[in-house]
Nanobody, 128 residues
Framework: QVQLEESGGGMVQTGESLRLSCAAS????????TAWFRQAPGKEREFVSA????????YYADSVKDRFTISKDNAKDTVYLQMNILKPDDTAIYYC?????????????????????WGQGTQVTVSS
């Protein structure tokens, strides 16, 4: 059973940075993809960023493009989300999800469906 654990959340001020980590354990399949989603109070969980198994392909929501960077360390089976120039609108619980990389994934990576495994989330709060 794959387990994902997010860390790195916290409370920061507008313009500051945070780096989130998503560490996986128990994984027995590959290739796999990993994505970050976030959920603000009263809103649906939304796509933030995703990365392929090789790390060569990365994807971002328009709202975070040029501010957030996703990366991975396959040796540690850990995916990172570097978040810069944080805004109050970035306040949310951030979740990482992971699943098998298939040809269909490239069409559906913004949806929750392709990700079979999820972490418990880490809170990010940005104050103005």
């Amino acid at each position: 059973q794959v387990q994902l654990e997010e860390s790195g959340g916290g409370m920061v001020q507008t313009g500051e940075s945070l780096r989130l980590s998503c560490a996986a354990s128990g994984r027995t399949f590959q290739p796999y993809v990993t994505a970050w989603f976030r959920q603000a109070p009263g809103k649906e969980r939304e796509f933030v960023s995703a990365i392929t198994w090789s790390g060569r392909n990365t994807y971002y929501a328009d709202s975070v493009k040029d501010r957030f960077t996703i990366s991975k360390d396959n040796a540690k089976d850990t995916v990172y989300l570097q978040m810069n120039i944080l805004k109050p609108d970035d306040t949310a619980i951030y979740y990482c999800g992971s699943g098998l990389q298939t040809s269909d994934w490239y069409s559906y990576y913004r949806r929750r469906d392709p990700y079979n495994y999820w972490g418990q989330g880490t809170q990010v709060t940005v104050s103005s």
